[in-house]
């Protein structure tokens, strides 16, 4: 039975969310098609074992408050969910949250934790 990665899109006219085939991944890195040094921080590329005319989706995303953080929730969905058939790929932290100092035992949060947002898929 086929196995997909999820990868959910945000601000991608009609399309929500993109599936792979897990069965088709050869590689994740970070950075775009002039290099991996190249946009790190902003776009993943995964390689594909595909005989058809695509063989490399690039996404495109916001950065993640810790490098190499996206990177790595590419490679934790790949490999979770043995038995599942769908994984999600997960959104690691842009802008970890701020809490002022506590008073009377309540703690105001001043600023929300804001998360990576995939924002473009393309093939190639």
């Known amino acids: 039975m086929a196995k997909f990665l ?3 899109l ?28 190249a946009n790190p921080t902003t776009t993943t590329r995964i390689f594909l074992n595909a005989a058809a ?14 490098a190499g953080d996206v990177l790595k929730a590419f490679n934790s969905a790949l490999t979770a969910n043995p038995g599942g058939i769908v994984s999600t790929l997960g959104a690691p932290l842009n802008t970890a949250q701020v809490v002022a100092p506590a008073t009377s035992g309540r703690q105001l949060i001043t600023t929300q934790a804001v998360h990576v947002n995939y924002t473009a898929i393309a093939f190639s």
């Open 6 to 8: 999820k990868i959910p």
């Open 53 to 66: 005319a695509f063989d490399t989706i690039q996404v495109t995303h916001t950065a993640a408050l810790t």
């Open 10 to 37: 945000t601000g991608v006219a009609n399309t929500p969310e993109q599936l792979v085939s897990i069965d088709q991944i050869v590689s994740v890195v970070p950075g775009d098609v002039a290099g991996p040094g």
